[in-house]
């Protein structure tokens, strides 16, 4: 079935995102404009629960999936996919420390330390859990005295990132409401990875975070949206779960791949 080529794609994306490809050649803002304070989004928020509905065309082929997230903080997530009729297709477990992947259409489980070489062979996706959680919740992947301004303009501020292993960070900012609209990734040698917007924003503590997330995927020719039907915050919400590996999966240690 080829609903299995895209389970790996679609698990990565969702640990939960990232975005215009515009944002690489923004001119700088005229000198004598006043430069907004960039604080962190969503400081307060440190757990959350989603209920997410999975919209995929990839390759010209189109799924639906339903996702249970659980985060705490900006490491560790829970995750389970489910396919049609409630089905379980796969579920994913990450912190600090671990990573572990089953991906039940394959019968296969992956399992090893979460770097980003382990989490690219596990499901193709070329981006840490760090960075896609933080994503997910608002927030950006890296504190923000690290970006510098780009441009403010009518109430939206851009931003950059170049980390030293040259891979290149950009976001929009809305500095009215305070909230990312939108994220791109370059990877080294100007390689577009994820683009991805983000809409509908509802209030989550202190903050906002989105619950329309629209990714698009060229390395895989692919686009995803996914719908937050409803989530719960901070202590109202459910800490990430490990969950039990089935005696008859094939066992993947990625760190001895």
């Not at 992956?110 to 193709?124: C, D, L, M, V």
């Amino acid at each position: 079935m080829k609903v299995k080529r895209y389970l790996k794609i679609i698990i990565g994306v969702m640990i939960i995102t990232i975005v215009i490809s515009s944002c690489s050649s923004i001119k700088s803002g005229e000198k004598g404009t006043a430069t907004p304070v960039l604080k962190e989004l969503n400081s307060s928020l440190y757990r959350l629960n989603a209920d997410c509905l999975i919209n995929t065309n990839m390759n010209g082929q189109s799924f639906s999936f339903n996702a249970r997230l659980n985060i705490a903080g900006t490491d560790t997530v829970s995750m389970v996919v489910s396919g049609p009729f409630g089905i379980t297709v796969g579920r994913l477990y990450a912190d600090l420390n671990y990573f572990r992947f089953h991906n039940v259409m394959e019968n296969t489980v992956y399992e090893g330390t979460p770097s980003q070489e382990n989490i690219k062979r596990a499901t193709n996706m070329s981006i840490s859990i760090r960075d896609l959680l933080a994503l997910f919740q608002g927030k950006t992947p890296f504190v923000i005295k690290e970006y510098s301004l780009v441009e403010e303009k009518n109430e939206t501020a851009i931003i950059k990132r170049v980390d030293k292993s040259n891979f290149g960070d950009f976001g929009v900012l809305d500095i009215k409401d305070y909230k990312l609209l939108q994220y791109q990734r370059k990877d080294s040698g100007d390689i577009l990875m994820l683009n991805s917007s983000f809409d509908r924003f509802k209030a989550a503590g202190s903050g906002q975070i989105p619950t329309s997330l629209n990714f698009l995927m060229p390395l895989v020719d692919g686009r995803m949206i996914i719908e937050i039907e409803n989530f719960k915050i901070n202590d109202k919400a459910a800490p990430p779960e490990k969950f039990a590996i089935p005696s008859s999966v094939k066992i993947i240690n990625l760190d001895n791949y």
